[in-house]
């Protein structure tokens, strides 16, 4: 259904073309001038305006250079009884869409809406793919299906498919590498915005001010290098979803403005006061634990529950040992696939050696490994032998809190990548053991370490500037 404005200071012609559009199942509003029309633009999304040439207040073609300054794609259609050559071609210039002369027929109305209505959609398309190009590598390696039968993959499925059908805020929690995002994207495939546009950022991956700006968008001029006019994620997102990834990284001013989404479904643009309304369906993703990051007041709590709506716990692998075979075929599959070879078949023995380890990565090192299988076995068959060199040994449990060091013959330079938790240890520390090994092992090498973790380079220097902050890792690092 599209969203729809007429333009027009006479009531009669205003309210027959409105009539007559919203018999085709188009949601439209109308207004009896250009300053009118502008309110009711800046406040919601609209896919095409219908405006008269002439009026009291303002021309269209006035009217047609203000909408411009808040909206470079928004197709117009002008309506007029003076149709002239000069001024059709001084509208095209501008950038109207269409002009009709009346009087017109129903038909062709319907016809200029519709063609402007098509191409307005295909350039926010185009819009939105150019955004989500952006974080492509974020997403390439990310799968699009929930995969296994075990039974913590079973009762997830379950919760995930209740979610869907809603379209409450949706906060989902685990450790790293248990598959958020691909939770994220599953709720939005399988649910009624499943035909509008899924966005997604990584909150800790930029800094504050460039997030706002991705969030938000900015006006022409707003800062330095804002040469033109920008929509931000929220706005491109509207009637489908933005995915939050990381959310517990994100600064308090971006939390406060964030809070007041969720309460309002309204937003400014960065250099703007006018506040924007907007339908996204809004989901967070988080591997910190936020009731103790509340707690510590680095994440407030009113954001918190406006978030915690519609909570997800995803499993980590460890309690999924069931499905490691089929993930391990789907992702051999998704390799021969995209390298056009044969699919490479798994050694039992292999099999059970899999099912052994207890995964600290999750199903990205479970990616990770089956990926490197592929590539690097000569034979046609996935051996023990081959796999067992990259499951790491398990490292010893420190206690909480403590001091991690770096040293030559600390963990025989090997990375940690198998923690075994007692309970004596959080998340956190878990998280901190792997990555400081991991450094270790890459001999100090950031970019190597956060590939090897699966995270980016700027999301591991916040994490261990934040642990030195503490003392809680050698400034070594």
């Keep these: 259904m599209s969203r729809l404005l007429v333009v027009d200071d006479k009531e009669m012609m205003r309210d027959s073309v409105a009539t007559m559009l919203a ?17 009711k633009i800046a406040q919601r999304p609209l896919d095409c305006v219908i405006t008269d040439l002439q009026m009291p207040d303002r021309s269209g073609l006035e009217l047609l250079q203000e909408i411009r300054r808040q909206d470079e794609q928004l197709p117009v259609v002008f309506m007029t009884a003076f149709g002239t050559v000069e001024t059709a071609v001084a509208a095209m210039k501008q950038g109207a869409f269409d002009f009709l002369t009346k009087p017109f027929s ?24 150019k955004v989500a190009a952006g974080s492509a590598g974020q997403a390439a390696g990310v799968s699009h299906t929930m995969i296994g039968g075990s039974p913590a ?27 958020k995002e691909v939770a994220a994207r599953w709720i939005h495939r399988n649910s009624p915005r499943a035909d509008a546009a899924f966005l997604a950022i990584n909150c800790a991956a930029l800094s504050t001010s460039l997030l706002e700006s991705e969030l938000f968008g ?29 959310i517990s990284e994100v600064s308090p001013s971006v939390q406060a403005k964030l809070l007041r989404v969720l309460q309002e479904r309204a937003f400014e643009r960065v250099g703007s006061s006018t506040s924007r309304t907007i339908d996204v369906r809004i989901i967070s993703t988080s591997n910190r634990d936020l009731p103790a990051e509340v ?12 978030l915690n709506v519609l909570p997800v716990m995803m499993p980590p692998l460890r309690q999924m040992i069931e499905d490691i075979g089929e993930l391990m075929r789907h992702f051999l599959q998704q390799v021969a696939d995209r390298e056009g070879k044969p699919v490479k078949t798994i050694e039992p023995e292999a099999l059970e050696l899999m099912r052994r380890y207890p995964w600290p990565g999750n199903v990205r090192e479970l990616q990770n490994v089956c990926e490197r299988a592929a590539v690097l076995t000569t034979a046609g068959v996935v051996k023990a032998s081959l796999i067992e060199p990259w499951l790491h040994p398990q490292m010893e449990v420190r206690q909480p809190g403590a001091m991690i060091e770096v040293g030559p013959d600390s963990l025989s330079g090997r990375p940690c990548a198998g923690v075994i938790c007692d309970g004596s240890l959080t998340l956190e520390d878990v998280e901190r053991e792997a990555i400081v090994a991991t450094l270790q092992h890459n001999h100090g090498h950031r970019q190597r370490s956060a590939a090897a973790l699966g995270i980016g380079v700027r999301t591991l220097g916040l994490k261990l500037r934040k642990w030195k902050d503490q003392h809680l890792v050698s400034e070594k690092l």
């Design 106 to 129: 129903g038909d062709e109305l319907l016809v200029a809406v519709h063609r402007a209505v098509d191409h307005g959609r295909l350039v926010r398309e185009n819009q939105i793919l």
């Design 153 to 179: 993959m079973r009762r997830l499925k379950s919760r995930l498919a209740r979610i869907a059908d809603s379209h409450g805020t949706v906060l989902i929690s685990g450790e790293s590498g248990t598959g």
């Design 218 to 246: 900015h006006e022409k001029g707003a800062f330095t290098g804002a040469d033109r006019l920008r929509k931000g994620r929220f706005e491109l997102a509207d009637r489908g979803t933005l995915l939050l990834d990381e």
């Design 295 to 306: 707690a510590r007041g680095t994440f407030r709590q009113d954001l918190y529950f406006r």
């Design 23 to 39: 018999r085709k199942g188009h949601s439209v509003v109308v207004a009896t001038g250009a300053e009118q029309a502008l309110e």
